[in-house]
């Protein structure tokens, strides 16, 4: 006979160690999910019939939550896969970071936004044609950035929309670049959502771009190993810090080519953490040197940055940012939603910065991903070949 008193869960995993920065708990306990909601969080908690994952020896962390990524996969040359690159690796909520502009968000609604199990909002692009294709500056042409047409998009979508998405490189916007990050800067202003700004090559130093920014707006490429990065010899610029003291945020945006191993550990011992870590996922480094957001933390954690500050600026950190805390994602919580990623320290391996630099040190890999309170299958680390 039924016991009536007793609870009745669906899943339970048991024994790890529970890392939820949102609400500072950092303890071993045991999480039970029914339906998609997280029904207890507690020791010690059984049910009969109940599926029971065992992570002992493993950190159970909120889903994670990509603030900067490229998954326009069908449209740009750009994209990844966003199943393949994020959510069977952890991720269940992601930003496009300006792959997609006026002109195309259309489609980026139909085969991203609505394609994908994940929830998905963007940065889009200030240029209407968006990131198509790398080799071809997007802002070469300045008459491409349409203020109208990104307002009336982002008018229109908010909740998809959470920004604007502006790449200052030499080879995207020319010599035009004040002008147009003055435009972008105008438009974000007129529809009171932040700007990401990516750096590194830019034809100015960065305390140049900094001045223009206000509070709010993301500097993409933080430990850029770039020309005009953050650093002074082995020092934080002083710009930089006194941009963030007003309010301006920095995402480390690993990419293909923008995470310097020598500029992060350098940047970390000054106690300069990202205020997002996010992977910078794209078609171009998705099988390495990036592979995901979980491998970039782990590198960050290898260069000194404590495990639970990284896992702060990839939760809720990203879903504060991007609007999405409201919506349940970022944080653990009884009656909250059941996406939980939980991560399994590997041996040591080699992981690559963008430079070609190597690093011997452990790696994270999501062994358990539940989304929607569901089971979800992973994907092999696409390094292991040739780790």
């Known amino acids: 006979m039924t ?16 890392l939820d920065p949102a609400s500072g708990l950092n303890a071993r306990r045991d999480v039970a999910i029914r339906g998609d909601r997280i029904a207890a969080i507690d020791t010690g908690l059984s049910a009969p019939g109940a599926k029971v994952v065992d992570c002992t020896g493993s950190t159970v962390v909120p889903g994670l939550v990509e603030g900067h990524s490229h998954i ?10 966003a199943d393949e690159a994020h959510l069977r690796r952890g991720v269940v909520a992601v930003a496009d970071a300006g792959t997609a502009g006026a002109s195309t968000f259309a489609a980026f609604q139909r085969v991203v936004v609505e394609g994908n199990a994940m929830r998905v909002v963007n940065f889009l692009n200030v240029s209407v044609l968006g990131l198509i294709d790398f080799r071809f500056g997007e802002l070469l042409n300045p008459d491409t950035l349409v203020v109208d047409d990104a307002l009336e998009v982002a008018a229109a979508n908010p909740d998809v929309v959470r920004g604007f998405k502006i790449r200052l490189s030499e080879d995207v916007v ?6 147009l990050l003055k435009k972008s800067i105008e438009l974000a202003e007129q529809a009171r959502l932040p700007l990401m700004v990516h750096i590194g090559e830019t034809e100015e130093p960065l305390p140049v771009v900094l001045e223009q920014l206000r509070p709010g707006d993301i500097v993409a490429h933080c430990y850029t190993g770039k020309p005009h990065g953050i650093l002074d010899d082995d020092k934080v610029l002083a710009q930089v810090l006194e941009a963030r003291e007003r309010g301006v945020l920095f995402d480390s945006a690993h990419g293909r080519s923008n995470l310097s191993f020598n500029v992060a550990r350098q940047a970390i011992a000054c106690g300069f953490l990202p205020d997002i870590l996010s992977s910078d996922t794209s078609a171009r480094n998705w099988r390495g040197p990036v592979f995901d957001l979980v491998t970039s933390i782990a590198k960050l954690v290898a260069l000194g940055a404590p495990l639970d500050e990284c896992i702060r600026r990839a939760t ?3 879903a504060e940012l991007l609007g999405l805390a409201g919506e349940g994602y970022g944080r653990l919580e009884v009656g909250g939603r059941a996406d939980v990623t939980v991560l399994t320290e590997t041996s040591e391996v080699e992981l690559p910065d963008a430079s070609g630099n190597v690093i011997t040190a452990p790696r994270l890999e999501p062994t358990t991903v539940v989304h929607e309170g569901a089971l979800v299958e992973t994907t092999p680390w696409r390094g292991e070949a040739t780790a």
Not at 3 to 18: C, E, H, R
């Open 72 to 81: 326009f996969e069908q449209v740009s040359k750009v994209g990844a896969p």
């Open 316 to 318: 809720v950190a990203p």
């Open 3 to 18: 016991d009536p008193n007793q609870p009745t869960y669906d899943l339970i995993l048991s024994g790890g160690t529970v």
């Open 174 to 179: 020319g010599p035009n670049w004040m002008s």
